[in-house]
């Protein structure tokens, strides 16, 4: 009998996506976060293909596939493939023993939709390139590797938050996380009979990437500007309402605007803590609707078609809170709504939607899960 070539075992690796409860925009302030792995996830199947470098990966849900070569990796990557060469060459240090491998990864996450597709997939592979080659990198040096990755080659100035969340997530619980010292604490999701339900936009205004580098070099600005009166701050993390209330007039109006919003949002993260102890859900409610107001009107990174989610959303019966959620001009809202109305909602919301834009919005309720894990 003709014996078969010995194949080597494979991986299975589970990356989910995340949410965020409350805190946008404050990780790469060094502030808050309240974020959650969700069940949603992207799954890799990796296997070594015993050659020195040679790495082909194939996207089933995209329908396409790449190659990379470990000793000759490049940087003109686009599309997909520059999140997989940006985890490649942030494991380079460890080019002794990762080798060549088989992946294909398949998806249930929409791309796009502010639930961090992207971060899953950076994860996803980052993690398990360590476990198929031991590579022996920590949890914490995986998260930065997979940050690395998406701010070198995908041009995004991202925080932490995305990344922690895909990696550090568990069941039920949200992520407390303090974006500067990267202490976290999970916090059990006692939300009672409500829900968390996303209804996404399904627009991207191309005004997201450049606006978002743009909001991060407002806030290093209104830094510059506080740190001339009170040297001590470091980051918007430090400052108190007082401080800027006694510079704001030296910075230009946007700038203000920006810190204004930022020390709110770090002030509603601990709030949010707070009230999810007690399971407080009306509380709640209303600061996810403080911080989309402040999106709105301070950060400035709202959309028509967001607004019009939320406002409608807020009007509903069973809706204790909404908001836009992730860098914003697009994606999803995050919606707190009592279980047994979330039929209801969903189907006012997304006919309201319909008729407003003439495109469907779609809704998706998730509730939170582990983070990256192996299924095998
Ligand atoms: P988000 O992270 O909110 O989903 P991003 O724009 O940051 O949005 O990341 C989306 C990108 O991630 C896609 O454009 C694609 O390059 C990559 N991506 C997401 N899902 C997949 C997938 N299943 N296969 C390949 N690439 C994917
Ligand atoms: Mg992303």
């Given at each position: 009998m003709k014996k078969s070539k010995p194949v080597s075992p494979s991986l299975?690796?589970?990356?989910p996506g995340r949410i965020n409860l409350i805190g946008e925009h404050t990780d790469y302030n060094e502030g808050l976060v309240l974020p959650a792995a969700i069940e949603l996830d992207m799954r890799f199947r990796l296997q070594k293909n015993g050659t020195q470098g040679q790495c082909r990966i194939y996207s089933e849900s995209m329908g396409k596939s790449m190659q990379a070569d470990l000793s000759n990796l490049g940087t003109d990557a686009k599309g997909w493939e520059r999140y997989i060469f940006g985890v490649l060459s942030e494991l380079s240090p460890y080019s002794d023993k990762l080798k060549g491998f088989d992946g294909k990864l398949t998806s249930r996450l929409p791309a796009g939709a502010g639930l961090s597709s992207s971060a899953a997939l950076e994860c996803g592979l980052a993690y398990g390139l360590n476990k198929l080659f031991s590579l022996e990198i920590s949890p914490m040096e995986l998260i930065r590797?997979?940050?690395?990755?998406?701010?070198?080659?995908?041009?995004?100035?991202?925080?932490?938050?995305?990344?922690?969340?895909?990696m550090m997530g568990k069941k039920d619980h949200f992520i407390f996380l303090d974006c500067r010292s990267l202490d976290y604490r999970y916090i059990p999701a006692r939300l009672g009979d409500y829900r968390l339900v996303l209804i996404n936009s399904g627009v991207t205004h191309s005004l997201s990437d450049s606006a978002y580098n743009q909001r991060r070099e407002e806030c290093r600005q209104g830094v510059s500007i506080l740190r001339k009166v009170f040297p001590e701050i470091q980051s918007l993390r430090d400052v108190h309402p007082g401080q800027l209330e006694a510079v704001r007039h030296q910075m230009p109006k946007p700038v203000a605007n920006r810190c204004r919003y930022v020390i709110q949002e770090n002030a509603r993260?601990?709030?949010?803590?707070?009230v999810l102890e007690h399971s407080d859900i009306q509380t709640l409610g209303n600061l996810l609707y403080d911080t989309h107001q402040g999106l709105r009107h301070l950060y400035e990174v709202s959309c028509p078609e967001l607004d019009f989610l939320v406002d409608t959303a807020m009007a509903l019966p069973g809706v204790a809170g909404s908001r836009l959620m992730g860098g914003g001009f697009g994606g999803c809202s995050l919606n707190l709504i009592r279980k047994g109305a979330v039929p209801e909602v969903i189907s006012r919301l997304t006919a309201a939607y319909r008729e407003r834009f003439g495109r469907e919005a779609e809704s998706l309720e998730t509730g939170l899960g582990d983070g990256v894990r192996l299924l095998s």
């Open positions: 299975h690796v589970s990356a590797i997979a940050q690395q990755a998406e701010i070198k080659h995908s041009g995004t100035q991202c925080g932490i938050m995305d990344q922690f969340a895909s993260v601990l709030k949010a803590v707070e």
